[in-house]
């Protein structure tokens, strides 16, 4: 009995298979260009294999072990063949790991090697996750005819540029990805990223900040010392944009992303970017982070119904092309569009005495804290992307009791308000620094108290000194409010080290060596109504609430204004 076989059926919750009998061709050499040689692996049913749908996976990390023997057994043994390939410089392929830069080059010398192969048919299907999306937006808008369908996973075409925006630069992604693929290859790898996660933990707490690779690894990493030094909009980035090309993307796309996920912005902007042009697009969300394993069990599910389906030249079963996990409501639903069509935003006005209201707020005097960057007010679940720590939904009890976070909370909902759709929030802010960040969180209070984090967002201020309105895109989102509950707003200045810490000095974060407490006032008066905007769906609005006698001002009426 092959034991591995029936532990990745049971883990992604899969039918049984076809066959269980499957033959691994090793170190197969894959031509370049400018000379250079990749390696790849090939799955394939001992019985049958030559002539099947091809899977092409493009991977970073190795071509075995337990994170990437599930990505491609399941697919090898329901009726694709799958070619898995070390891209430039991993592995054993040649080169030298530059990432992301050289995908879109490699990735189409690979198409065309693979199609060229006596074993191949009539049919290729791209898929992956993370990594594995970025190289397919990479070449998705020159694909050759026998790419049937793309299936990226909690990804997007400008991998990076969401945390390396110059006014939310989020520290740990890269970071952390950064430490990990240097130490990759080395004996006994992962027991050693697991024992030093705390020190790299540590290591974004350096003064500066460029000398925290050093600190993590022992040495000079090129990569962390490129997104400490160039922000998303520097030229140094310009070529892993791949936005440019989703419009011209013409096979079907079916991607998965998690609301949780660091990726999910860019994520949704290119299904919209499909779906604008007229082309074949769907997507589920789900309740994961990063490397939640529902997305691995999505994924899987989508290859093997839709893309398989295709590859085969059949249509795939019907679905709307919006699937998404409604929180709070836990269950799943299907939507027409992203965002769904009659959710429309509504304030929810900032008040003294942290009440939450959908009434404006009169005369008030500001609300005020203290951040500290030597003492940072710490992320605590949301959209991590880090070794040991837990990201998605928590309980928020600890860091609303911090005095550097401010809380705005409704009176206790008498009929449940669903919000789907994108988050934002404008909160007038003045600092006695010039230089500040803002950090927005939305969270759902249940019955018993418990707080618990929906989604979040960050942006840094210039001219932080001057009150002004920061407007805060947090991530999207799709929850449900329930009946008895409260919603909830968090305003602080920092959520570290998910976001690098805000020295309050203006210095570049990587050679920043002063650390400046800053003053912050919050204001919510009619001269500077700080509010969130919520996406509030139909059966919520006011056809349903008005009446409901809401104190606090949550009678619906206010959600007019």
Known sequence: MNLGSHLTQCLLSLPPPLTRDLVVEHDLRVPMRDGTVLLADRWRPRSGGDGLPTVLLRIPYGRAGMAVVPMVRPLAERGFQV???????????????????HEREDGLDTLDWVIAQPWFGEAMVLYGMSYLGFVQWAVADQLPPQVKAMIPAVSESALSLEFLRADGFSLETPFGWGVMVAGQERRWAVP???????????????????????AALGHRSDYIQDVLAHDAGTPRWAE???????ADIAVPVSSVGGWYDIFLPGQLRDHQALVAAGRQAR????????TSRGVGVTAAGEALGFGLALARGERPPERAPVRLFVMGEETWRDFPSWPPPDCAPRRFHLHPDG????????ESAPDRYRYD?????????????????RGGR?????????????????????????????????????????????????????????????????????????????????????????????IRVQVSSGAFPRYNRNPGTGEPRATATTL???????????????????????????????GRGLEHGLDISGLDN
Request: proline letters at 6%; aromatic letters at 6%; one cysteine or more.
């Open 192 to 214: 050693r990223q697991l024992l030093g996660a705390r020190r790299v933990r540590r290591a974004m707490s350096e003064l500066p900040l460029n000398q925290a690779d050093f």
């Open 240 to 246: 892993l944009d791949h936005r440019h090309r989703v």
């Open 283 to 290: 997507i589920t969300v789900g309740p994961w982070s990063h």
């Open 516 to 546: 400046r407490a800053g003053n912050q006032e919050v204001f919510h008066d009619a001269e500077h109504p700080s509010a969130i905007l919520l996406p509030v769906c139909p059966a919520t609005q006011k056809s349903d609430l008005a």
């Open 394 to 486: 928590v309980d928020n009890s600890g860091l609303e009791a911090r005095p550097d976070v401010l809380t705005y909370t409704t009176a206790v909902l008498e009929t449940d308000v669903e919000v789907i759709g994108e988050v934002s929030a404008e909160i007038w802010f003045r600092s006695d620094l010039p230089h500040a960040d803002v950090f927005v969180r939305l969270c759902d209070v249940d019955a018993k108290g418990r707080s618990t984090n929906v989604c979040d967002g960050l942006v840094g201020l210039t001219g932080a000194d001057r009150t002004s309105r920061a407007t805060v895109r947090l991530w999207p989102t799709a929850h449900r409010f329930r009946l008895g509950h409260r």
């Open 355 to 362: 009440v939450l209201s959908t009434d404006t707020a009169g």
């Open 83 to 101: 070619l898995i390939q070390s891209t430039r410089g991993t592995f054993g392929s040649g080169g030298v790991f530059d990432p992301m830069r």
């Open 373 to 389: 960057p030597a003492d940072p007010t710490p992320a605590v679940g949301g959209v991590r992307l880090a070794l040991g720590v």
